[in-house]
């Protein structure tokens, strides 16, 4: 493997008010330590109610959540499209729905959190910087939809999966739902999705000690995957498939996810 590193101090440095939660700063998707009693409702968000009492345009908060992704350095314009056209607010729990286009991981349940957008598009943005572009994209941790939801106005075709029962539920039902076509596997992620590989590229969206070798090889030649990897220190690592047989590895951002987690719940 060829090593080349490339570090950015681009963390968020937003600390997360919110008295029931124990958050940490700097978070991209971070696990929830104490979840408050009232993520337990974050499977089922009434549409529009949070932001609309609070007399809130949701698409203006979201163009304006667009802009500072993009003044953080992403600059691909068919991710910040799908950044602009995804309802953040319709993934989260109603209560948090005023929250939702805060550059910032929020709990959807189950000690887990909907990515940073900017991690999300940072994330899209880099496996789709390549010719050509992908089409068949898998993603590992499909949680509560929000990045499958995006990735499905990026990519033609896209899977996704997810181990926690629950929120696979919910989500495959959110995403019908919302008209978004995904394909949904209740599973463990870090086995990939054998039957639909190769993939022309892989986004993993939860945090292992090392990317697992089932993953790299079900990657197209010539695609990309990109995964945070560590424990109490992460960072992006993006992987490219060169040949068969070749995989070059880059160190990307510091970021901080929930852990991958082997086998499933539920
Ligand atoms: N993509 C989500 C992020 C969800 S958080 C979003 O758009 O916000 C990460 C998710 O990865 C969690 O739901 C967690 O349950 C899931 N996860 C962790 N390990 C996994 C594995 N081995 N296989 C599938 N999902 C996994």
Not at 39 to 62: C, K, V
Not at 69 to 88: F, I, N, Y
Not at 115 to 129: I, R
């Amino acid at each position: 493997m060829a090593f080349s590193a490339r570090r950015l101090e681009t963390m968020n440095k937003k600390t997360l008010v919110s008295p029931d939660l124990d958050f940490k700063p700097s978070n991209s998707n971070t696990r929830i330590i104490r979840p408050g009693k009232r993520n337990e409702s974050a499977q089922n968000p009434r549409p529009g109610d949070a932001i609309g009492s609070l007399g809130l345009t949701s698409e203006r908060l979201r163009l304006r959540m667009v802009d500072r992704v993009r003044s953080k350095g992403v600059s691909d314009e068919t991710v910040m499209g799908a950044l602009a056209a995804v309802e953040r607010h319709l993934f989260v729990d109603e209560g948090l729905a005023s929250r939702a286009y805060e550059d910032a991981a929020l709990p959807i349940g189950h000690s887990q959190t909907i990515s940073q957008p900017w991690v999300v598009a940072h994330m899209l943005a880099t496996v789709n910087d390549a010719e050509p572009k992908p089409r068949k994209v898998l993603e590992v941790g499909t949680g509560c939809g929000y990045q499958a939801a995006v990735m499905s106005k990026v990519f033609p075709q896209v899977y996704s999966i997810e181990r926690v029962r629950a929120l696979y539920d919910t989500t495959k039902e959110r995403l019908r739902r919302m008209g978004y076509r995904t394909q949904l596997l209740f599973g463990d992620g870090m086995l990939g999705w054998s039957t639909h590989a190769p993939f022309d590229a892989i986004v993993v969206a939860a945090a292992g000690l090392s990317i697992p070798q089932v993953l790299l090889e079900q990657l197209a030649v010539g695609g990309r995957l990109i995964a945070p990897q560590g424990q109490a220190v992460q960072h992006l690592i993006m992987v490219t498939r060169v040949s068969p047989n070749q995989w070059e590895r880059q160190t990307l951002d510091a970021v901080r996810f929930v852990p991958l987690k082997p086998g499933v719940q539920g």
